[in-house]
C-alpha cells in the first residue's frame, strides 16, 4: 500500500510561480514511477508529467513543456512539481500518483494509488 499527499497548491496571479509536494509513504518510494495529473472543472483528468523511479527520465504533456519540471528526492520520499509562468488555463486540481507495474506510464489506468489532489487557482 501507498500513501501520497499533495501541497502546495493555492491562488496565484498569471505569471507566477508555484511549486507542488507529494509526500509518500508505505511501498519503497524510490523503486516506482511517479506522475502528476490535474482535473479541471467539468473536464478529464489529464497527464502532466511523469518521471522514473531513479529521476533519470521524465515527460511533459506539450501543454506544460517549458515551464512546468517534475523531480524526486528519494531520501526525502518526496516528488515535485515546479509550476513557472502560470496561466489562468491551468487552475485545476493537481494529484500526484504512483505505478507499480509500469516504468514510465503516461495513462491513468497505468497509475496504482492517487493522492487526493491539491487546488492550483491562477487568475488573470
Known amino acids: 500500500q501507498v500513501q501520497l499527499v499533495e501541497s502546495g497548491g493555492g491562488l496565484v496571479q498569471a505569471g507566477g510561480s508555484l511549486r507542488l509536494s507529494c509526500a509518500a509513504s508505505?511501498?519503497?518510494?524510490?523503486?516506482?514511477?511517479m506522475g502528476w495529473f490535474r482535473q479541471a472543472p467539468g473536464k478529464e483528468r489529464e497527464f502532466v508529467a511523469r518521471?522514473?523511479?531513479?529521476?533519470?527520465?521524465?515527460n511533459y504533456a506539450d501543454s506544460v513543456k517549458g515551464r512546468f519540471t517534475i523531480s524526486r528526492d528519494n531520501a526525502q520520499n518526496t516528488m515535485y512539481l515546479q509550476m513557472n509562468s502560470l496561466k489562468p488555463e491551468v487552475t485545476a486540481v493537481y494529484y500526484c500518483?504512483?505505478?507499480?507495474?509500469?516504468?514510465?506510464?503516461?495513462?491513468?489506468?497505468?497509475?496504482?494509488?492517487w493522492g487526493q489532489g491539491t487546488q492550483v487557482t491562477v487568475s488573470s
Open positions: 500518483a504512483t505505478s507499480i507495474r509500469s516504468p514510465a506510464p503516461e495513462m491513468r489506468y497505468e497509475y496504482d494509488y
Open positions: 508505505g511501498r519503497t518510494f524510490g523503486r516506482y514511477a
Open positions: 518521471i522514473s523511479w531513479s529521476g533519470g527520465s521524465t
